[in-house]
């Protein structure tokens, strides 16, 4: 098979959670530990730093990995799920896998699919783990899937475990409540292994105490050593970085610190990965602090991180981002009403196993909608999204693809304007400007 076809095959033949909903995802982890001594348990053969975590995980790892690179490490790192190509998923110093390894790997180990009937994702974790073996990185940032306790990444022993935000999301699966979900996240967890929490959350901080006392690890709320504040203008450029003022234990530490990240929710995450990465020296690995700057500053470019508040237009400011549930989005509008503009254009996708109507009630009432749908089995019909949101008061029409409703609302955004574009990580994959700025 060719790489389209070793796709169209693994597409067709294990379930991918992100197509496909609850159907694609398998609880323990029985699978991939016999995938793993199949291929000679590559999970033992790097070290690992483990990041979980509602919102944040992704713009962690991707931080974290950054740094570690700018330091002279040979970082491998793993997230999910892609946006436009899969191989997104797996980055050794910024370079996605090559399709050719995908395709010689698949071909090399049917035989072993046919055996342990993998899910989509377990399937990917064997390969990342199989990968970063063969290239002997120094270092690998695994960002978990989904949950922790039972995701399939959690068969790595890491070096410390990052857990960053807990919100309301995949009830169905992690529980409904914020205690049931931090007991998911916590299973990442391991026997003296230091942990850190990028922030103290009251409804959950004595979930988190428990469980690293159950596994003797040392325990460590980032923020309460850290704190990271917006300094300077809202960056509006494409290129453009934002500024913090970092403190450490109510010290300058880090002044003016440019970090290429532009979400103003970005400094909720920063001090969990500074203490990440002071645990990480305390194992004897050299991090100055120009390789921290440089690693922030340059994080999308050294690692190819895309659609976390990427600015994609002017005139009208065009923007987008890949918050989809009540905790992220709720950050995402609170920086978009910061934003000088007269009219905000919305253009909103979600999926279909998810309870759109509390995240619908966060949306503003003055915005013009433009609801669309991706190109995934799990899309929620764009008619169906705008009828719920009909009944919550917002004002829009259905434009089907997600093309069509981004121009829709470009042509209809005055220059003053701004055109968010959101609501769903699907939504925000089939954004074409993203991939064309980043080539």
């Not at 007991?183 to 967890?189: D, L, T, Y």
């Not at 970090?259 to 991090?287: K, S």
């Not at 508040?309 to 910061?338: C, M, Y």
Request: glycine share 10%; net charge negative.
């Amino acid at each position: 098979m060719n790489y389209p076809e070793t796709l169209a095959w693994l597409y067709a033949q294990l379930p991918m959670y992100q197509r496909v909903g609850a159907a694609g995802f398998k609880k323990g982890l029985g699978n991939t530990l016999a995938l793993a001594e199949a291929l000679g348990h590559p999970e033992a053969k790097f070290r690992s730093v483990h990041v979980a975590g509602t919102n944040g995980k992704g713009s962690s790892s991707h931080m974290l990995a950054a740094v570690l690179q700018s330091a002279g490490y040979k970082v491998g790192l793993y997230t999910s799920p892609h946006l436009r190509e899969f191989t997104e998923r797996i980055r050794v110093n910024g370079q996605e896998l090559a399709p050719k390894y995908l395709v010689q790997w698949v071909a090399r180990h049917q035989g072993l699919f046919a055996q342990v009937l993998p899910s989509f994702f377990e399937m990917c974790v064997a390969l990342a783990f199989d990968y970063f073996a063969a290239e002997q990185v120094d270092v690998a940032v695994v960002e978990v899937g989904l949950g922790g306790r039972l995701d399939s990444t959690n068969i790595i022993t890491p070096l410390v475990s990052l857990i960053t935000n807990i919100s309301y999301d995949h009830q169905a699966m992690l529980g409904d409540t914020l205690p049931e979900i931090a007991g998911e996240k916590a299973g990442i967890i391991k026997l003296g292994r230091p942990v850190v929490v990028s922030q103290t959350q009251p409804e959950v901080a004595a979930v988190f105490a428990a469980k690293a006392q159950q596994e003797a690890s040392s325990l460590l709320f980032a923020d309460t050593r850290y704190a990271a504040q917006l300094a300077g203008p809202a960056p509006t450029g494409a290129e453009a970085v934002q500024l913090l003022e970092v403190t450490r234990d109510g010290q300058p530490y880090l002044d003016g610190l440019a970090l290429g990240l532009l979400g103003d929710y970005q400094r909720l995450n920063l001090p969990g990965v500074l203490a990440t990465l002071d645990e990480l020296r305390a194992q004897g690995f050299a991090i100055p602090e120009e390789a921290v700057r440089r690693g922030l500053r340059d994080v999308t470019r050294l690692t190819g991180l895309r659609g976390r508040w990427s600015i994609i237009g002017q005139h009208p400011l065009v923007v987008a981002d890949t918050g989809h549930n009540e905790g992220g989005l709720r950050l995402v509008l609170a920086q978009l009403a910061r934003v000088p503009h007269r009219q905000l254009h919305l253009v909103i996708g979600a999926v279909n196993d998810k309870d759109v109507t509390k995240v619908l009630a966060l949306l503003p009432r003055a915005a013009t909608y433009y609801f669309c749908q991706a190109d995934i089995p799990r899309a929620l019909p764009a008619e169906e999204l705008a009828a719920l949101a009909t009944a919550q008061g917002l004002s829009g029409r259905a434009y089907g693809p997600v093309a069509a409703a981004v121009a829709a609302a470009r042509a209809a955004a005055s220059p003053d304007d701004v055109v968010f574009i959101g609501g769903s990580t699907f939504v925000v994959a089939e954004v074409a400007e993203l991939y064309e700025q980043a080539g």
